[in-house]
Structure formats: structure tokens, C-alpha cells
């Protein structure tokens, strides 16, 4: 079994977590056909989850950081699907985000580049993907970044 993403993503110094838990009445993910839907991750590192409000507690590195968390989150939930084989794994499709916004920010997309730029530099080509970047009042938990996605797999 071919770990090639997973050396990229250490090359780049990250690792995956545990595919998080759903912490309500859904699933993580929906397979059909090749397409696997995974619902929304939030924002949080090992230290717990990353709350506030961009443009008004948080900075946009923060929410970069927090969008790429989302991503890290998207692809432990892959993982999982995969039967543990993220090489399985032949491109993203779409990424719909939601930032946690003052009502002044509109920032919102340098924000999720955070999630994609990640995508992109595992994957080349594979990473680039549609996305929406909404902003939010309010986002669960208080977090300040939540991504779901959608991708294909072989």
C-alpha cells in the first residue's frame, strides 16, 4: 500500500488526526459511487478547538491556519473511508467553507485558501477544486472555521 500523500503531508511537516467523531445525529461521510461526501470539520488543533471571530478576535493568519486544521480534519475523514488508503484518493472536487465573521470582514476567501493551498500542495492538480467561502455570525462551538467537502476516490 503506497503512502505518497501521507509523505507529503509529513514533508510539509503535518500529520492527520484521528478522523473526528460526529457530534450530533449524522455521519462523518457519505460514499456514492466515487464521489464520498464528508460533512462539515471544524476548526481545532491538539490544543482544542480554535474559536473567535475573524475581524474581531481572530487575525487572517489565524483563520488560515484554522481553514487548514478544517483541511487536515477533511482528509483524516478520506482517510477513514478509504479503509485507511488516503492514496485512494483522486482529487478533490469541492470545498464549501463557512468563517466565522464581524460583520465588517470580507476576507473570507484569503481565509479558506488556507484549506486549499493545502490541498493544492499534496496533490498538484488533483487538489485544485470549486469552493464557496461564506461568511457566518456564528459557527458551531463558536469555531472559527468549518469546511465540509466533496471528493472522488478510486
Do not use: W
Not at 471544524?42 to 487575525?59: F, M, P
Amino acid at each position: 500500500m503506497s503512502r505518497k500523500i501521507e509523505e507529503r503531508l509529513a514533508a510539509l511537516g503535518e500529520s492527520l488526526p484521528d478522523a473526528p467523531a460526529p457530534a450530533a445525529n449524522y455521519v462523518p461521510f457519505v460514499r456514492s459511487g466515487a464521489l464520498l461526501h464528508v460533512s462539515g470539520q471544524i476548526s481545532q488543533d491538539a490544543d482544542g478547538l480554535i474559536v473567535g471571530k475573524l475581524g474581531r478576535d481572530l487575525e487572517l493568519a489565524d483563520g488560515v491556519r484554522a481553514a487548514r486544521r478544517c483541511a487536515l480534519s477533511l482528509l483524516a475523514q478520506v482517510r477513514a473511508a478509504a479503509d485507511g488508503d488516503l492514496d485512494r484518493l483522486v482529487r478533490v472536487v469541492k470545498l464549501t467553507a463557512f468563517v466565522n465573521s464581524a460583520p465588517d470582514f470580507i476576507d473570507q476567501p484569503k481565509v479558506v485558501n488556507g484549506a486549499s493551498d493545502l490541498m493544492v500542495e499534496l496533490l498538484g492538480d488533483a487538489g485544485r477544486h470549486a469552493r464557496s467561502a461564506v461568511g457566518a455570525g456564528a459557527l458551531p462551538l463558536g469555531v472559527a472555521v468549518e469546511i465540509e467537502g466533496i471528493f472522488e476516490l478510486s
